[in-house]
């Protein structure tokens, strides 16, 4: 057994199913500022319920998430000491202001808003979950940069007297083209899971309350003000991921030229191209290795746009790439240039590639299918928004039908799991750099970690997570299915001695 192998593994497997909870946490908390902010000006009962509703779901996502989040920052420690070691003075850095700044302001006012409702006054508490939605996305913020230094490490130097790297520019971690191009595209991409889960949800119970009768038609008050809030919830949600998708596409086009111009070697892998090429492909079969084409749908000349911003221009392939590295023992972005630890860090760098035998490329097949799952996921997810909202048109409400529940469950898997898959196509796009350019995965595992426990402990996290995997669809869903709660209005600002409550 590969100790460096089981511990990619493990972080691999531990970070993806993390990473299942983030963007929910991230654009939910903002979506339910909105519908609180809603019912504060128009004290319209049926947005305090989508408020209380949507908060349950996002509190239960939120505390899930924290507990799978701490992990990931020990493992660090535990299977990636020479990493820590090297680069420790930089990528520390993001992640204490992490814990100490974004986590502490999270933590805080998701607690003041928890235990606030009949307390503090309503614009106060309002303001708790503002402050909690900003809380996670300075979180993602520091998290971004951190992971956008490992793509294109800047404002950094090699010092050969502590054989570590040191920061020289703490402004170039925020200033990074990837961190720029990468912290937009993540947050398009969180709210159109959040935009889908809301739509997903509403359609789901309007079609529970309306059975395919248009709103004109109910005849009971509860059922036509209960009808109508999840009418109103539906289209927003709708709206929310319809607009987020078009975020993500001017973005993606954005990352897409930033990429190729840090990490040339990663465009050529997402395109299977091992040759230069300006042909977009939508679809190859190649050889079982995946270096030679057998069938293949492609769009000619769109790949130099998508990589250079201009249609037909052309990309360096793996070969050529591969080439140059490794005569060079070194690494190079699209214009020849290196990053300052790159360059400094060149001649270290030509023994680990020369003793390790690093091979200077990532796995293909996984780029490239990671890649191509993101997009098609993506569109999907954008196109079922546009059917709910046609759906709804004209009075129209949804029949409850089983194949309808089946559907809607998979609306917001769908741009849940492209967010997955496109962070298994960065993180796997990378390799075999764990710093691009600068320090092989190989050379960063834990000399003093035996293959046998980080199996251990893989095997430990992996049934630890099944388990939190339960208690977290279980939850959701017995929550969900309860529907909207019933409200009653405190009116904190003229009973100051009411007694603290729990808001659910």
């Given at each position: 057994?590969?100790?460096?192998?089981?511990?990619?593994?493990?972080?691999?497997?531990?970070?993806?199913?993390?990473?299942?909870f983030v963007p929910i946490t991230i654009a939910l908390s903002m979506l339910v500022a909105v519908l609180q902010t809603i019912w504060y000006k128009t004290?319209?009962?049926?947005?305090?319920?989508?408020?209380?509703?949507?908060?349950?779901?996002?509190?239960?996502?939120?505390?899930?998430?924290?507990?799978?989040?701490?992990?990931?920052?020990?493992?660090?420690?535990?299977?990636?000491?020479?990493?820590?070691?090297?680069?420790?003075?930089?990528?520390?850095?993001?992640?204490?202001?992490?814990?100490?700044?974004?986590?502490?302001?999270?933590?805080?006012?998701?607690?003041?808003?928890?235990?606030?409702?009949?307390?503090?006054?309503?614009?106060?508490?309002?303001?708790?979950?503002?402050?909690?939605?900003?809380?996670?996305?300075?979180?993602?913020?520091?998290?971004?940069?951190?992971?956008?230094?490992?793509?294109?490490?800047?404002?950094?130097?090699?010092?050969?007297?502590?054989?570590?790297?040191?920061?020289?520019?703490?402004?170039?971690?925020?200033?990074?083209?990837?961190?720029?191009?990468?912290?937009?595209?993540?947050?398009?991409?969180?709210?159109?899971?959040?935009?889908?889960?809301?739509?997903?949800?509403?359609?789901?119970?309007?079609?529970?309350?309306?059975?395919?009768?248009?709103?004109?038609?109910?005849?009971?008050?509860?059922?036509?003000?209960?009808?109508?809030?999840?009418?109103?919830?539906?289209?927003?949600?709708?709206?929310?991921?319809?607009?987020?998708?078009?975020?993500?596409?001017v973005s993606g086009d954005y990352q897409g030229k930033v990429m190729t111009d840090a990490q040339p070697m990663k465009m050529a892998a997402a395109e299977?191209?091992?040759?230069?090429?300006?042909?977009?492909?939508?679809?190859?079969?190649?050889?079982?290795?995946?270096?030679?084409?057998?069938?293949?749908?492609?769009?000619?000349?769109?790949?130099?746009?998508?990589?250079?911003?201009?249609?037909?221009?052309?990309?360096?392939?793996?070969?050529?790439?591969?080439?140059?590295?490794?005569?060079?023992?070194?690494?190079?972005?699209?214009?020849?240039?290196?990053?300052?630890?790159?360059?400094?860090?060149?001649?270290?760098?030509?023994?680990?590639?020369?003793?390790?035998?690093?091979?200077?490329?990532?796995?293909?097949?996984?780029?490239y299918w990671t890649f191509r799952i993101m997009i098609t996921l993506g569109m999907i997810a954008i196109l079922a928004g546009l059917v709910m909202l046609?759906?709804?048109?004209?009075?129209?409400?949804?029949?409850?039908?089983?194949?309808?529940?089946?559907?809607?469950?998979?609306?917001?898997?769908?741009?849940?799991?492209?967010?997955?898959?496109?962070?298994?196509?960065?993180?796997?796009?990378?390799?075999?750099?764990?710093?691009?350019?600068?320090?092989?995965?190989?050379?960063?595992?834990?000399?003093?970690?035996?293959?046998?426990?980080?199996?251990?402990?893989?095997?430990?996290?992996?049934?630890?997570?099944?388990?939190?995997?339960?208690?977290?669809?279980?939850?959701?869903?017995?929550?969900?299915?309860?529907?909207?709660?019933?409200?009653?209005?405190?009116?904190?600002?003229?009973?100051?001695?009411?007694?603290?409550?729990?808001?659910?």
């Amino acid at each position: 057994m590969d100790a460096q192998l089981i511990a990619r593994w493990q972080f691999g497997i531990t970070t993806v199913y993390h990473f299942l909870f983030v963007p929910i946490t991230i654009a939910l908390s903002m979506l339910v500022a909105v519908l609180q902010t809603i019912w504060y000006k128009t004290s319209n009962d049926g947005y305090l319920k989508l408020t209380k509703f949507f908060g349950n779901l996002f509190l239960i996502n939120f505390a899930l998430g924290v507990v799978t989040g701490i992990v990931q920052e020990f493992q660090f420690g535990m299977n990636w000491s020479e990493y820590s070691r090297f680069v420790g003075d930089i990528f520390g850095a993001p992640l204490a202001l992490e814990a100490l700044l974004a986590f502490f302001m999270e933590s805080t006012f998701i607690g003041l808003w928890i235990f606030g409702w009949d307390k503090l006054p309503k614009l106060a508490h309002l303001a708790c979950m503002y402050l909690t939605a900003i809380g996670t996305m300075v979180s993602a913020v520091f998290i971004l940069a951190a992971n956008s230094w490992m793509q294109n490490p800047v404002g950094a130097k090699y010092n050969p007297v502590t054989r570590r790297a040191e920061l020289t520019d703490f402004g170039a971690l925020f200033t990074n083209p990837v961190f720029k191009a990468t912290i937009f595209h993540q947050l398009a991409a969180s709210y159109m899971v959040a935009g889908a889960l809301v739509a997903a949800i509403a359609f789901w119970h309007l079609s529970r309350v309306a059975r395919g009768r248009r709103t004109s038609q109910l005849s009971d008050a509860v059922e036509v003000e209960e009808a109508r809030t999840w009418r109103w919830a539906t289209k927003f949600g709708a709206w929310v991921l319809i607009i987020a998708g078009l975020g993500i596409v001017v973005s993606g086009d954005y990352q897409g030229k930033v990429m190729t111009d840090a990490q040339p070697m990663k465009m050529a892998a997402a395109e299977g191209a091992y040759q230069e090429t300006s042909d977009f492909s939508i679809l190859t079969i190649g050889t079982l290795d995946g270096s030679e084409e057998v069938f293949a749908i492609k769009v000619p000349g769109m790949l130099g746009y998508l990589g250079n911003g201009k249609w037909g221009s052309t990309i360096k392939g793996i070969d050529d790439l591969k080439n140059v590295n490794l005569n060079q023992y070194t690494y190079r972005r699209k214009d020849g240039t290196q990053t300052e630890l790159q360059s400094s860090y060149q001649q270290v760098l030509r023994s680990h590639v020369a003793k390790d035998g690093v091979k200077l490329e990532p796995n293909i097949p996984v780029s490239y299918w990671t890649f191509r799952i993101m997009i098609t996921l993506g569109m999907i997810a954008i196109l079922a928004g546009l059917v709910m909202l046609v759906w709804l048109a004209k009075d129209r409400n949804p029949g409850h039908r089983r194949w309808l529940s089946v559907v809607l469950v998979l609306i917001p898997l769908m741009p849940l799991f492209a967010n997955s898959f496109g962070w298994i196509f960065t993180e796997m796009g990378r390799q075999p750099w764990i710093v691009a350019g600068v320090l092989p995965t190989l050379s960063a595992v834990s000399p003093g970690v035996s293959a046998g426990t980080v199996l251990f402990s893989t095997i430990l996290y992996t049934v630890l997570y099944g388990v939190l995997a339960v208690v977290e669809v279980g939850l959701f869903w017995k929550y969900m299915k309860k529907g909207l709660p019933d409200v009653a209005q405190a009116d904190s600002d003229q009973d100051e001695d009411a007694p603290l409550s729990y808001a659910y």
